[in-house]
């Protein structure tokens, strides 16, 4: 099973906006709303942001939200701070294995 | 404050063992499923193992099948993942987890993360 498929990089400015998408298969994302998204600072644990596409743990910004369309997810940050400059990772189940499956994750940088 | 904390890693030769721990603190350890989930350095994750609440239902990754066992003591707040025949490829960075989601056994959210505890496998 492939790993979900996300752009390597993005950038923006503060107070700007930014998505990333997260892209699989009908055997994953396009057939499971299990899809989850995790923030990674440099030496850090990873940090659930998103569940079940659009849900927000206790505790995490309104400022991340989650969506999803067919068989991309995508992740969208609104108002970025220089704090969220970290890694991004998707998550999803997939019938195929099964198991979950990851992203390669997503660099962003607030410039 | 809801805690995980791993500790075992460390260096192993390959088709040697290693035994990782995790103990948890600050919420009701006995009522979640726990998962281990590995970092390659620089690279992807990988869910490697879960385990339910009470023990009964535990559930691997293809290539550490008849490899690696997890289990946990909920009396002790902790889980572990005792590791034997290591292969290079298992170099990782090793997440205790608290997780949820399962579907057909395999949890499909980690919550909360541990800081992580490095395995070398090398020569």
């Known amino acids: 099973q492939s790993a979900l498929t996300q752009p390597a990089s993005v950038s923006g400015s503060p107070g700007q906006s930014i998505t990333i998408s997260c892209t699989g298969t009908s055997t994953d994302v396009g057939d499971y709303d299990f899809v989850s998204w995790y923030q990674q600072h440099p030496d850090n644990a990873p940090k659930i942001l998103i569940f079940?596409?659009?849900k927000r743990p206790s505790g995490v910004s309104y400022r991340f939200s989650g969506s999803k369309s067919g068989n991309t997810a995508s992740l969208t940050i609104s108002d970025l701070q220089p704090a969220d400059e970290a890694v991004y990772y998707c998550?999803?189940?997939?019938?195929?294995?099964?198991?979950?499956?990851f992203g390669g994750g997503t660099n962003l940088t607030v410039l | 404050e809801e805690q995980l904390v791993e500790s075992g890693g460390g260096l192993a030769q390959p088709g040697g063992s290693l035994r990782l721990s995790c103990e948890g603190s600050?919420?009701?350890?006995?009522?979640?499923?726990m998962a281990w989930v590995r970092q390659v350095p620089g690279k992807g994750l990988e869910r490697v193992a879960n385990i339910k609440h009470d023990g009964s239902e535990r559930y691997y990754m293809d290539s550490v099948k008849g490899r690696f066992t997890i289990s946990r003591d909920n009396a002790k707040s902790s889980v572990s993942l005792q590791m034997n025949s290591l292969r290079v490829e298992d170099t990782a960075v090793y997440y205790c987890?608290?997780?949820?989601?399962?579907?057909?056994?395999?949890?499909?959210?980690?919550?909360?993360w541990g800081q992580g505890t490095l395995v070398t496998v090398s020569t």
């Open positions: 079940e596409v659009n």
């Open positions: 600050g919420f009701t350890f006995s009522r979640f499923w």
């Open positions: 987890t608290r997780a949820s989601r399962p579907i057909f056994g395999v949890v499909t959210q980690f919550d909360f």
């Open positions: 998550c999803s189940y997939a019938d195929t294995i099964p198991d979950v499956i």
